[in-house]
């Protein structure tokens, strides 16, 4: 999720676990910085625009990790604050704080490792958009009345933001399981066999749902709101570049690709070099990971470096259009 989503879930949960045994300020401001910690790993340079994707949410997101770095964090701000003996508290917030960064992130269809060092499988459920007021709002409120309102009243609010939140990811959980169950209805009746099929949330909502599906050859994709009066998905294929699959899918940064991915992913050529497109982020034609592998002889010659060429939508157009496709108006894409 986005930076201010994790910083305010943070606050929450260690004004949650601290209530009024410290400052609340103390334990909003701690917890927005333990929640932003995990994130830091976006600074790091792997050496090339692949690498730096697929080793986001690696060891800083990783629950081992993490449990780890919770203690000496917790003895560091118990010492700081002079409140040793609030140290096994502290370490209990920010132990809890730490850990529900990366569950979060794993709601998104991103991509978190969470696991390592015992696999490096990135998990996705891919239910919320990595940016959802919906989500985030109650959250800030809550922390905000904890903040101002000096009486108990101030942590039921921010318990009760707490609780709503997470009925939130519940809530994305079922509709995500409604669009799925109507994809694969609207697949079926099309014709279409799909070898995997990929649902996850249009920008900043849980209504409208993108959907990708793909065979050896191609890729489908279609959009569905829970307002949609039809079951039906109308669906536009595009190549997924089968041939050069054959000729490259071993080529390490493409199975680099197709591994985090889970297999949503297309290769192309266009003037004489080669792309790698991860398919689960953005929408077709615009594709936030839309990486330039170079040309043939750069290839071989083992001297390109992988570029990030992403591209984004025009929002004027797409912004329009995502407001009232949310609501069930049967409208093509914009693009």
């Not at 109507?182 to 279409?192: D, K, M, N, P, T």
């Not at 266009?270 to 929408?283: E, I, P, Y």
């Not at 001297?303 to 609501?327: C, E, F, G, Q, Y």
């Amino acid at each position: 999720m986005d930076s201010l989503t994790q910083m305010a879930l943070g606050s929450a949960v260690s004004v949650a676990v601290m209530g009024r045994r410290t400052a609340v300020w103390k334990a909003a401001l701690w917890g927005a910085v333990a929640g932003t910690l995990p994130d830091l790993d976006a600074f790091i340079d792997h050496g090339n625009a692949i690498l730096n994707m697929t080793l986001h949410r690696a060891e800083s997101h990783a629950l081992f990790y993490l449990t780890l770095a919770a203690p000496p964090l917790a003895w560091l701000v118990s010492r700081l604050h002079g409140e040793g003996a609030l140290f096994k508290r502290w370490w209990l917030a920010l132990w809890l704080v730490l850990i529900t960064h990366p569950l979060l992130d794993a709601m998104t269809v991103y991509g978190t490792q969470l696991l390592l060092p015992f696999t490096n499988y990135p998990f996705g459920v891919g239910s919320v958009f990595i940016i959802d007021p919906l989500y985030t709002v109650p959250l800030m409120v809550g922390v905000v009345a904890a903040l101002r309102l000096k009486s108990t009243r101030g942590l039921r609010w921010n318990a009760a933001a707490l609780v709503m939140s997470t009925l939130y990811l519940g809530w994305s959980v079922l509709a995500q399981q409604q669009a799925t169950a109507v994809a694969r209805s609207s697949l079926q009746a099309e014709g279409i066999t799909a070898k995997a099929l990929l649902v996850t949330p249009a920008p900043f909502n849980t209504l409208l749902w993108r959907v990708v599906a793909t065979t050896p050859t191609q890729y489908f994709e279609g959009h569905y709101s829970l307002l949609d009066t039809s079951p039906r998905i109308t669906w536009t294929a595009h190549d997924r570049g089968a041939d050069l699959i054959t000729l490259h899918g071993q080529d390490p940064p493409v199975a680099r690709i197709a591994a985090f991915s889970h297999g949503f992913f297309r290769l192309s050529e266009a003037g004489g070099r080669l792309f790698v497109t991860d398919l689960r982020m953005g929408q077709e034609p615009a594709y936030t990971f839309h990486f330039d592998l170079g040309t043939a002889a750069a290839r071989a010659a083992q001297n390109h470096v992988p570029t990030l060429k992403s591209a984004r939508p025009d929002v004027a157009t797409a912004l329009p259009w995502l407001w009232r496709r949310m609501w069930g108006e049967p409208l093509p894409p914009p693009w």
